[in-house]
């Protein structure tokens, strides 16, 4: 199984953020796909979460309201907009795969994580 996130790197204040995972070795669609960040000094935190569907979603934190997943199940990849990007925004980002089908139920798979830095 393998979970690589690409994207990442400097985003200027009050741009947009744009992260995408792409994932092999697994049935994507028995899967919830998510974003977690671990800033500087934190622990790693839930920004959000899709179902099978991109009209199943869930978003927490400081990034709520300004955040967009949304899943590519043709393609097998989920993708993150940040919106309105702040300097708290920075952090690692990581793309994780958790199971929702009795086989792999609560089976969850990680990234690697790939860095964003918002700053001007």
């Known amino acids: 199984v393998q979970l690589v996130e690409s994207g990442g790197g400097l985003v200027q204040p009050g741009g947009s953020l744009r992260l995408s995972c792409t994932v092999s070795?697994?049935?994507?669609?028995?899967?919830?796909m998510s974003w977690h960040r671990r800033s500087p000094g934190k622990e790693r935190e839930l920004v959000a979460e899709v179902g099978r569907r991109n009209t199943e979603t869930e978003y927490k934190g400081s990034a709520k309201g300004r955040s967009i997943i949304s899943r590519d199940n043709a393609n097998n990849a989920v993708n993150l907009q940040i919106n309105s990007a702040k300097p708290e925004d920075t952090a690692e980002y990581f793309c994780?795969?958790?199971?929702?089908?009795?086989?792999?139920?609560?089976?969850?798979?990680w990234g690697e994580g790939i860095l964003v830095t918002v700053s001007s």
């Open positions: 994780s795969a958790r199971g929702i089908v009795p086989y792999n139920y609560g089976k969850t798979y």
């Open positions: 070795g697994l049935t994507f669609i028995h899967y919830a």
